[in-house]
């Protein structure tokens, strides 16, 4: 009886070891997720107050010192993710949070906008690689339920980084331009607690893993759609950080305040849905979750498109965060079922690269729409259209093409 107990101890033990050691794990992919957000959203700020320190410099280069990251990002997911598949996932995440801090540091010491430039290139490649990487160890950890949880919280923790370092960055920039990149130490700082808690995955772990000698079968067309998908939803969320200020300084004088506050609102309702998705996931499948959230999204952009009024107008940037924001839980999670374990660091290096030049390429596909509609309220009445357009797309591949992904 006292062996049993003995045993039944032992097992009590090991369990909650267990359940610390996955605490620390999600709690380090968690960081590292939201510090790929922390690439633009805390220089934004400072904009203005590098462009003054530099006058002599056109105001093109001060910009492409907040959006070089997401292009180097787009150019080096696909690379990072194979090199994660090909010489392990710790060891290069480990790296590149190195790589992060002491690039985004760099710009507190430069003074010269090519070096700031080139400091910023390379933390650029780091997030790519520190992005593609935290998303393949979900994958590789977890499973099931407790796999779609941490996606949905994973989506949600960098939807409302947004949010807390736009702020953080806002403060530090009051104080001098250089404060915000004292924030990319972080990357140093969470690199000793990555390196105690992580541990290198093993195939043999996952339903979807094969022997190392076997070949393995990528699913391009369904693995092509969700990054078709991933890089749309990216393109229509980011008009908002992109193009809302602008709509709403059309409708008459209107402070920097109210427009943080609008911009706040569709990234909040976003991390809100992201959050939640674990819990309505099992309800609905992965085609659903696509069709409801264009359809949310195209009632947003519809309100925002039509309305006068800036109270309707945070309306409806709030039902477009609720319909974009299961996006990126809801194509992570489609893209683990059907992807094998060995390749899916290079897949989701891919899927990387796609979502954020969705957000790179954002601003030109509307330059030119507003000159081709006439005005930026109705590039957002078109975006409307084609988000309906697109969930109706949908509904037709989920009884054809995709039948079994509207059973997943």
Same mark, same amino acid.
């Given at each position: 009886?006292?062996?049993?107990?003995?045993?039944?101890?032992?097992?009590?033990?090991?369990?909650?070891?267990?359940?610390?050691?996955?605490?620390?794990?999600?709690?380090?992919?968690?960081?590292?997720?939201?510090?790929?957000?922390?690439?633009?959203?805390?220089?934004?700020?400072?904009?203005?107050?590098?462009?003054?320190?530099?006058?002599?410099?056109?105001?093109?280069?001060?910009?492409?010192?907040?959006?070089?990251?997401?292009?180097?990002?787009?150019?080096?997911?696909?690379?990072?993710?194979?090199?994660?598949?090909?010489?392990?996932?710790?060891?290069?995440?480990?790296?590149?949070?190195?790589?992060?801090?002491?690039?985004?540091?760099?710009?507190?010491?430069?003074?010269?906008?090519?070096?700031?430039?080139?400091?910023?290139?390379?933390?650029?490649?780091?997030?790519?690689?520190?992005?593609?990487?935290?998303?393949?160890?979900?994958? /590789?950890?977890? /499973?099931?339920?407790?796999?779609?949880?941490?996606?949905?919280?994973?989506?949600?923790?960098?939807?409302?980084?947004?949010?807390?370092?736009?702020?953080?960055?806002?403060?530090?920039?009051?104080?001098?331009?250089?404060?915000?990149?004292?924030?990319?130490?972080?990357?140093?700082?969470?690199?000793?607690?990555?390196?105690?808690?992580?541990?290198?995955?093993?195939?043999?772990? /996952?339903?979807?893993?094969?022997?190392?000698?076997?070949?393995?079968?990528?699913?391009?067309?369904?693995?092509?759609?969700?990054?078709?998908?991933?890089?749309?939803?990216?393109?229509?969320?980011?008009?908002?950080?992109?193009?809302?200020?602008?709509?709403?300084?059309?409708?008459?004088?209107?402070?920097?305040?109210?427009?943080?506050?609008?911009?706040?609102?569709?990234?909040?309702?976003?991390?809100?849905?992201?959050?939640?998705?674990?819990?309505?996931?099992?309800?609905?499948?992965?085609?659903?979750?696509?069709?409801?959230?264009?359809?949310?999204?195209?009632?947003?952009?519809?309100?925002?498109?039509?309305?006068?009024?800036?109270?309707?107008?945070?309306?409806?940037?709030?039902?477009?965060?609720?319909?974009?924001?299961?996006?990126?839980?809801?194509?992570?999670?489609?893209?683990?079922?059907?992807?094998?374990?060995?390749?899916?660091?290079?897949?989701?290096?891919?899927?990387?690269?796609?979502?954020?030049?969705?957000?790179?390429?954002?601003?030109?596909?509307?330059?030119?729409?507003?000159?081709?509609?006439?005005?930026?309220?109705?590039?957002?009445?078109?975006?409307?259209?084609?988000?309906?357009?697109?969930?109706?797309?949908?509904?037709?591949?989920?009884?054809?093409?995709?039948?079994?992904?509207?059973?997943?």
């Amino acid at each position: 009886m006292l062996s049993l107990v003995s045993f039944n101890k032992r097992d009590m033990e090991v369990e909650e070891e267990t359940i610390r050691q996955l605490a620390h794990i999600k709690t380090v992919l968690l960081f590292a997720s939201t510090m790929t957000v922390m690439s633009g959203a805390i220089i934004a700020p400072a904009l203005p107050g590098i462009s003054r320190h530099f006058p002599d410099q056109p105001q093109v280069l001060i910009q492409l010192i907040l959006t070089i990251p997401a292009l180097m990002i787009t150019l080096f997911s696909p690379l990072m993710g194979y090199l994660a598949d090909r010489f392990g996932r710790k060891k290069l995440l480990l790296m590149m949070l190195f790589i992060y801090g002491f690039a985004g540091v760099s710009g507190f010491f430069i003074d010269r906008v090519d070096l700031l430039l080139s400091s910023r290139a390379l933390m650029g490649i780091a997030v790519a690689g520190i992005l593609s990487i935290s998303t393949t160890l979900v994958g /590789d950890y977890f /499973d099931g339920a407790e796999r779609v949880r941490f996606l949905g919280l994973q989506s949600s923790c960098m939807a409302l980084g947004g949010v807390i370092f736009i702020n953080l960055g806002g403060i530090l920039s009051d104080w001098s331009w250089r404060g915000p990149f004292l924030l990319y130490l972080t990357g140093v700082l969470l690199l000793p607690y990555a390196w105690a808690m992580l541990q290198e995955p093993t195939s043999g772990n /996952d339903t979807n893993s094969q022997p190392s000698d076997a070949p393995v079968k990528v699913d391009y067309k369904r693995t092509g759609l969700a990054y078709l998908i991933a890089m749309i939803s990216m393109t229509m969320f980011y008009m908002f950080p992109a193009q809302l200020p602008f709509l709403l300084s059309q409708q008459g004088q209107i402070s920097g305040v109210a427009i943080g506050v609008a911009l706040s609102t569709a990234a909040l309702t976003a991390s809100i849905v992201a959050f939640c998705y674990g819990y309505y996931k099992p309800f609905f499948s992965v085609m659903t979750i696509y069709v409801l959230g264009f359809f949310l999204a195209a009632t947003g952009f519809l309100v925002v498109g039509f309305t006068q009024s800036y109270l309707m107008a945070i309306v409806g940037a709030a039902i477009s965060g609720f319909g974009l924001g299961a996006f990126m839980p809801n194509t992570t999670t489609w893209l683990m079922r059907i992807t094998p374990q060995r390749v899916r660091g290079r897949v989701f290096g891919g899927f990387t690269s796609t979502f954020f030049f969705g957000q790179f390429v954002s601003p030109v596909v509307v330059a030119p729409a507003v000159i081709w509609l006439d005005s930026l309220r109705n590039v957002f009445t078109g975006m409307a259209v084609i988000c309906a357009l697109l969930a109706i797309a949908l509904i037709i591949l989920g009884k054809t093409a995709l039948k079994a992904d509207s059973r997943l």
